[in-house]
Structure formats: structure tokens, C-alpha cells
């Protein structure tokens, strides 16, 4: 169940990255160059990783990989919560923005139980 849900998750965030690349390019924090090919690039190892689980074709190697990906995105949403209104964020609740943050750590905790 948790790989259904993980490769649902990336699915469907790494198609939103493709239909909303400037959202996506907006919450990269400022000192990384070339956002919007950052954003595309994110969302096509997203769209990979979830069809990767939905298809139960995973080593655990990917899940590995998997989990790097996930602490490496992890200063975006750091961003998205230091910069709310810069990022014109003002409409979401704080709280909403702070309570992504631990959702990185439960996402790589259910990409080691797949692994298992």
C-alpha cells in the first residue's frame, strides 16, 4: 500500500511540475540558477519515481535514490515557508507551509519500509 501511495504521490507531483512549471520555479530558493529547467527536471524524476512504484519495478537502489531526491528538494519547502509572502504564499496558512516540512522525513521513512 505504501508503494501505491508513494508512486501516486510522485505521479502526480512530478505532473504538476510539467503544467505549472512556474510555481514550481518560483519555490526554488534564489541561489539556485536555471529554475525553470530545475523545475522540469525535478518533475520528470517524479513522474519516473511514481511510475517506477506504481509498476512495482523498483531496486533498492532507486528507493534510495529516492530518499537523496527527497532531502535534496527538502530546502524548497524551507523556502516556501521563510518567503511566504515574497512567493505571493500569503493566502496558505503558515502552519499549512511549516507542516511540509515533517512530510519529507515521513516520505523517506515510506520509501524504507518499500525497501524492506
Known sequence: MKRIIMGTVFLIAGTVH????????????????????????????????????????????????????????????VYMYTHQEHLGLGKYPKWALLGRLPLQNLMVDMLEDIKK
Do not use: C, D, H
Request: hydrophobic share 55%; net charge positive.
Open 18 to 77: 510539467f503544467l505549472k512549471p512556474g510555481i514550481f520555479s518560483r519555490i526554488t530558493p534564489a541561489f539556485i540558477p536555471f529554475k525553470t529547467f530545475i523545475a522540469y527536471f525535478t518533475g520528470a524524476l517524479e513522474f519516473i519515481f511514481g511510475t517506477l512504484l506504481l509498476l512495482n519495478r523498483i531496486r533498492n537502489w532507486q528507493l534510495s535514490g529516492m530518499q537523496k531526491f527527497l532531502w535534496a528538494v527538502f530546502p524548497a519547502n
